[in-house]
């Protein structure tokens, strides 16, 4: 009669210590790595979730030290994010983000369809020209910038920020959706030409629903990066055309720091970025590993 197979094994030292088999020594290895993982996500999310109970909390109770970890939840700091006017800074910062976004994809689509599959001569040239325009730091170009929107009278005018907002992410989305359009499989591109297709029509139907993973991780990050922008907004604009960057530092006063108003309004802020975020999680999470396998 077969006997079974030991889980363990004595150690070649011959002492007492036994050791595990590779199967459970891999379990423990999972089970340490998931416990690292929610720590370091933990530690991530907590100043985010900070900011939020802050923003229940009253002024009083927000600088408390200890900090209260239990308090009577109020809206009044919400309410008074409203009274101070936020509504025009969140629609002016929905317009921006929205049609820069919007006029950066129609730009890097065909920017990226050429640079990939349809490469030309001294094509690493442009690449690093495309990137090399995100090395000049903003505050290098601010003076010029606003000599020339001044000379045109477009301070203050939302389009201003649109145009910036769509020249400053229009590099990384060439080079992010090259990345993508490069993963198109070439076979496609040959029957679609071989069936006669026209080049409009092979990028439509055959090519964008390939890469729109990779085109949704692209609009997604350059909605942050316009949502987020601060310092053209605080230089180039004033009381018409400011977004929710410029707004927030208005809760830092000579009087001092509103804390808790500016928690609320800060949570305010990143709610639309939190919900675009999630709506689009599938999306990303499979056009950030899009090239990642091939």
């Known amino acids: ?25 891999r379990s423990v290895g999972s089970t340490l790595l998931s416990v690292l993982a929610w720590i370091v996500g933990i530690g991530f999310f907590f100043p985010i979730l900070w900011m939020v109970l802050t923003a229940f909390k009253q002024e009083a109770d927000a600088y408390t030290t200890p900090p209260k970890l239990f308090f009577s ?5 919400f309410r008074a994010v ?3 006017g936020i509504g025009p800074y969140l629609l002016n910062s929905l317009f921006a983000t929205v049609v820069s976004t919007i006029l950066v994809l129609v730009l890097a689509t065909p920017a990226a369809y050429a640079v990939s599959l349809r490469p030309v001569k001294k094509v690493q040239d442009v690449l690093f020209f495309f990137i090399s325009t995100k090395m000049l730091p903003v505050v290098a170009a601010i003076v010029p910038i606003y000599v020339a929107v001044n000379n045109i009278g477009m301070l203050d005018n939302i389009w201003t920020l649109v145009i910036l907002y769509t020249a400053m992410n229009l590099p990384i989305a060439v080079w992010m959706m090259r990345s993508f359009f490069q993963e198109v499989p070439k076979e496609l591109l040959e029957a679609a030409s071989m069936d006669g297709a026209s080049l409009a029509r092979s990028l439509r139907e055959v090519v964008l629903p390939v890469v729109s993973p990779g085109m949704a991780a692209t609009a ?10 601060f310092f053209f907004a605080v230089n180039l604009t004033a009381a018409r055309a400011a977004t929710v960057p410029v707004f927030l530092v208005g809760f830092i006063t000579s009087e001092g720091l509103y804390f808790a108003k500016l928690c609320a309004a800060a949570t305010m802020v990143a709610l639309p970025v939190v919900i675009a975020g ?9 056009g950030l590993s899009f090239g990642a396998v091939k």
Do not use: S
């Open 220 to 229: 997604l990050i350059c909605v942050i990066f316009a949502w987020n922008e």
């Open 82 to 84: 409203f009274a101070a």
């Open 73 to 77: 939840p109020t809206l009044d700091q």
């Open 1 to 25: 009669m077969a006997t079974a197979t030991p889980e363990r094994t004595v150690t070649p030292a011959g002492g007492d210590e036994q050791q595990l088999n590779p199967k459970a020594r």
């Open 278 to 286: 999630w709506i689009a999680q599938n999306k990303l999470v499979q």
